[in-house]
C-alpha cells in the first residue's frame, strides 16, 4: 500500500495534534514564573470629585514566585496648574498569572515616611504584552476615598486609573 503525500500529511497532523494537546495536559498550571523582573511603571490618576490629578513614576520588581514590590514618586497638580512638593510611595502586592497572559494583583501603598497614608484592598488586572516586556494594568481603589496632601495641595484618589510599565533589562 502506497501513501501519498496528503496522507502523509493528514497522518502527521493527527500525530502532532495528540502530542500538543499531552504537553498542554501536562503543564504544571503555575504561571507566575512567566512574571518576573523590574519594570519602569507610569500612570495618571484624574481624580473623580477633583479637579487635581496625581502622576506617578516608579519601579515595580515581580519575583516569578506571586509577590511583587513597587516603590514610587508622585506630583499632584491642581486645577490652576500648582504643582505640590512630590512623595513617595511603596506598595506590596500578590499575583497570579492566566495561562494567557492576564494577571490579577491585589496589595496596598503606603506612604514614605510611613505615617501620613495607607491605602489597602488595592486591586488590579493587567496583561503581559509578548514577549513579556510590556505590562499594562486597570487598577481599583476601595471604595472609601483616600485623600492625599503634598505641600498644601490635596486630592481624593477615588475611583480607578490606568498604567502602563515597561520591563528595565538586566545589565
Given at each position: 500500500m502506497r501513501l501519498n503525500g496528503a496522507s502523509l500529511a493528514v497522518a502527521a497532523c493527527l500525530v502532532l495534534l495528540g502530542t500538543g494537546s499531552a504537553i498542554a495536559a501536562d503543564e504544571p498550571g503555575n504561571y507566575n514564573a512567566s512574571l518576573k523582573g523590574t519594570y519602569r511603571i507610569f500612570s495618571n490618576v484624574s481624580s473623580v470629585g477633583s479637579t487635581a490629578h496625581l502622576y506617578f513614576i516608579g519601579v515595580i520588581t515581580y519575583d516569578g514566585n506571586g509577590h511583587a514590590r513597587m516603590a514610587d514618586r508622585g506630583t499632584i497638580i491642581d486645577s490652576s496648574g500648582v504643582t505640590a512638593p512630590s512623595f513617595e510611595e511603596t506598595g506590596m502586592f500578590t499575583y497570579a498569572v492566566k495561562r494567557d497572559g492576564s494577571f490579577t494583583q491585589q496589595g496596598s501603598f503606603t506612604s514614605n515616611p510611613v505615617g501620613s497614608y495607607t491605602v489597602t484592598g488595592v486591586k488590579c488586572v493587567?496583561?503581559?504584552?509578548?514577549?513579556?516586556?510590556?505590562?499594562?494594568?486597570?487598577?481599583?481603589?476601595?471604595?472609601?476615598?483616600?485623600?492625599?496632601?503634598?505641600?498644601g495641595v490635596?486630592?481624593?484618589?477615588?475611583?480607578?486609573?490606568?498604567?502602563?510599565?515597561?520591563?528595565?533589562p538586566q545589565e
Open positions: 493587567g496583561q503581559i504584552a509578548t514577549p513579556g516586556s510590556i505590562l499594562i494594568f486597570r487598577w481599583a481603589l476601595p471604595p472609601e476615598p483616600s485623600i492625599f496632601t503634598s505641600g490635596s486630592s481624593e484618589r477615588l475611583g480607578s486609573f490606568t498604567a502602563t510599565a515597561v520591563r528595565i
